[in-house]
């Protein structure tokens, strides 16, 4: 049963202005007494002037020529692409919390700093970690935000420590968020797909300020020695990062504190299921060990006999890595999640999670190779090296079919040390009849001609596109289209 996406012919906005506002053309009234006056008044905007009724339809009409988690299965590996429970949604939208401003004073929204204060509360039992920062606005920066804290530990101590360790199989926001805090990132070559503890022993010294580790790592395998890499770490006086994009595998059955972590961070819009994709918004909480709390972000929340107030008194805190308390909505979403899914809930969650991936990964390892044999955790990487050698099917061609039967493509071509590779993450969401389905598309598409796969997706809205091209030469707004389309016609009238 193949999936067919509507195909529109939708303009851009700006290229219908004026020609289609019939009907109810509604204007937008100011709130009374809050018009522009004075030099922020103006008579023109330059934006399209467009109706209601024709702007509902080209949005609808848009969405209908693209996937969302809502659609089907969504497996991009790293990414848990989790549905997201519409009562979420109603509850972050009502009037309660839309309406909020952040800038009322503290007593008059003691309902939200509760929210955050037992959501805080919440992370730092699943985590094991003590204290924890609602602030950042996503897992990188979260990263960001625990290397600042690295940071200013060891300034205080009065070492000077300038280097970070991160795996070969590490997420690219590791060595990016270690770079932007101005350390020197160290490669760490992995050894059967986990760290090469003998590796470790030999490059920490008092220059490391830190390793940066996912576990279960990228790869899907759990880091069994992770007790003894929290030795050598901690015995040179370094700290262990822990990256928590995987912690969907974990819930319930262990934690970076158990395992010897001093600093996390969460991916509420991975593990708990908020909206992401597209950018954002999304939300990294950070937690710490009770040693590292002080340099946590102000304002901290407090609640001392039922009141809550907010705190700016740390002087050693690293200041703000956001506007007021983070993104609020975000951050509600995944209370509503914690709280509906109860440590039951969730722990059942991580153990489907990683029952579901293993048995995707037996039914495709017929026609696909699978790296790093034994059973994985949420993910798996599998790789279509010999496809390739056999017929030139490569993954990128398999990730493009699977989208005529209306299925998200995995993430293709990384963890980098698996060549070829398809990293599949089918999250709890999925049943075993998809899960059934999804194994015979996969292991179809293995034996078709590869030049219907070389050309694939043939029933989506927009076939194979460049993808080096788009990479290379980005094109986010509509004046960029301008710009580069004037640049062409001036190159042309010149020849
Ligand atoms: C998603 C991810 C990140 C980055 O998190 P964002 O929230 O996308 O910024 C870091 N590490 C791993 C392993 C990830 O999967």
Same mark, same amino acid.
Not at 104 to 107: L, Y
Not at 396 to 399: F, K, L, P, T, V
Not at 474 to 482: A, C, T
């Given at each position: ?8 012919a ?8 004026n ?5 109810f ?18 008579s023109?905007?330059s934006i ?5 009724r ?9 969405s209908?020529?693209s ?7 969504h497996?991009?590996?790293s ?12 509850l972050?939208?009502s ?6 401003h952040?800038l009322?004073?503290?007593?008059t ?20 970690m ?5 602030q950042p606005?996503?897992?990188?920066q ?5 290397m ?16 970070i360790l991160i ?22 070559? #992995?050894k059967? !797909?986990?760290?090469? =503890?003998? /590796?470790l022993e030999? +490059? ?8 940066? @580790?996912?576990?279960p790592n990228?790869?899907g395998?759990?880091e069994?020695q ?23 595998a974990?819930?319930g ?26 950018g954002g ?27 809550y107030?907010?705190d700016?008194s ?6 703000k890595?956001? #506007?007021?308390? !983070?993104?609020?909505a =975000?951050? /509600?979403?995944?209370? +509503?999640?914690?709280?509906m899914?109860?440590?039951?809930? @969730?722990?059942?969650n ?20 699978i ?11 599998a ?7 056999k017929?030139?099917?490569t993954a990128?061609?398999?990730?493009k079919?699977?989208m005529?039967y ?5 993430t ?6 698996v060549g ?5 993450e089918?999250?709890?969401n999925?049943?075993?009849q998809?899960?059934d ?6 292991n179809?598409a ?17 076939n194979?596109v460049?993808?080096v091209k788009?990479?290379?030469e ?9 710009a580069?389309?004037?640049?062409g016609a ?6």
């Open positions: 049963m193949k999936f067919t996406f509507a195909s529109w939708e303009p851009l906005l700006s290229e219908i202005e020609d289609e506002l019939f009907g053309d509604n204007k937008m009234p100011s709130p009374e007494g809050y018009e522009p006056k004075g030099a922020l008044e103006r023109t905007l399209p002037r467009i109706s209601e024709y702007l509902m339809k080209h949005y609808v009409n848009l209908q020529m996937y969302s988690v809502d659609n089907g299965p497996l991009l590996g990414c848990t692409m989790k549905y997201n429970p519409k009562v979420s949604e109603a972050a939208s009037d309660g919390v839309a309406r909020m952040p009322q004073p503290p007593s929204m003691q309902g939200t700093l509760q929210i955050l204060h037992e959501l805080e509360r919440w992370l730092a039992e699943i985590s094991g003590d204290a924890i920062t609602l606005a996503g897992g990188a979260g990263e960001f935000t625990g600042l804290i690295t940071k200013a530990y060891f300034e205080q101590k009065g070492e000077k420590r300038t280097r795996p070969d199989s590490a997420h690219g926001t590791n060595p990016a968020s270690a770079a932007m805090a101005g350390y020197e990132v160290v490669e760490l070559k #992995s059967d !797909g986990t760290v090469d =503890v003998d /590796l030999k +490059v920490v010294d008092d220059r490391v300020a830190a390793l940066m @580790l996912t576990n990228t790869l395998l759990f069994e992770v007790g003894e890499i929290a030795r050598i770490m901690h015995s040179s006086g370094s700290l262990l990062y822990y990256d928590g994009a995987n912690m969907n974990i819930i059955k262990t934690n970076p504190g158990l395992m010897g972590f001093d600093i996390v961070h969460f991916n509420l819009h991975k593990t708990f299921a908020t909206p992401h994709g597209g918004p999304g939300a990294g909480p950070v937690g710490v060990r009770s040693f590292l709390e002080k340099y946590l972000p102000v304002p901290r929340i407090r609640a001392d006999g039922g009141v107030t907010l700016y740390m002087t050693d805190s690293i200041g890595v956001h #506007s007021f308390m !983070g993104n609020f =975000v951050l /509600l979403r995944a209370y +509503v999640y914690i709280l899914n109860g440590r039951d809930g @969730l722990t059942r991580s153990e489907r999670a990683v029952l579901n991936s293993n048995y995707l990964m037996k039914r495709l390892s017929g026609l696909y190779d790296p790093y044999k034994g059973l994985k955790k949420h993910e798996f990487v790789s279509a090296s010999t496809l390739k050698e017929s030139g099917i990128m061609d398999i990730a079919r699977l005529d209306g299925i998200h493509p995995p293709i071509y990384f963890p980098l040390i070829e590779a398809l990293m599949i089918p999250t709890e999925l049943s075993k998809t899960l389905r999804l194994a015979s598309i996969f179809s293995a034996g078709e001609d590869p030049s219907v796969l070389h050309s694939a997706p043939h029933s989506t809205a927009i194979r460049n993808e788009a990479a290379r980005m094109v986010f707004r509509w004046q960029d289209m301008q580069t389309a004037d640049a001036a190159a042309e009238g010149k020849n």
